[in-house]
């Protein structure tokens, strides 16, 4: 093989590598309020055991960044959101798509049963549905780069 080839085929894989990160759940993502569509926090979506986890590594809603859980009842009482984990131990379940049981909002102090998954139109979006009994609500979170 010539070094013309091998030095191509290097760059054409070099440029593959970051379109094949930008295509999975983990990584950052901006919360949007699906009441009010304003950005709320970034989250940082990482596995860990096989499972995924999510906390709250920075409050972008304007006069929040102090944010406490004051509505939390036990050990998260009165706790900054900044640092908290929202998203415990949800499973792959194929096809991209992640269920737990462990999706908290600290604004509420609920917390819900979730499934998680890319939007198949847009590897940026990520769609996030909370579930209480048969009621659910569906978010869109965009990924931040970085």
């Not at 900054?80 to 999706?103: C, F, Q, R, S, W």
Request: proline letters at 4%; one cysteine or more.
């Amino acid at each position: 093989m010539s070094t013309n080839a091998i030095l191509s085929f290097f760059i054409f894989f070099i440029m593959l590598c970051p379109m094949g990160r930008s295509q999975g759940v983990f990584g950052k993502w901006k919360t949007i309020d699906d009441r009010t569509g304003k950005p709320k926090a970034i989250i940082e979506i990482y596995e860990e055991d096989g499972k995924m986890h999510g906390k709250v590594i920075e409050i972008v809603e304007e006069g929040k960044e102090n944010f406490v859980c004051t509505k939390c009842e036990g050990e998260l009482k009165d706790k900054p959101v900044l640092g908290m984990t929202i998203i415990e131990g949800a499973e792959h379940h194929g096809n991209g798509v992640y269920k737990g049981d462990k999706l908290f909002d600290p604004q509420q102090a609920m917390t819900f049963r979730c499934k998680i998954w890319l939007n198949p139109d847009n590897p940026d979006e990520l769609k996030v549905r909370g579930y209480l009994a048969f009621i659910y609500r569906t978010q869109t979170w965009i990924r931040v780069d970085g």
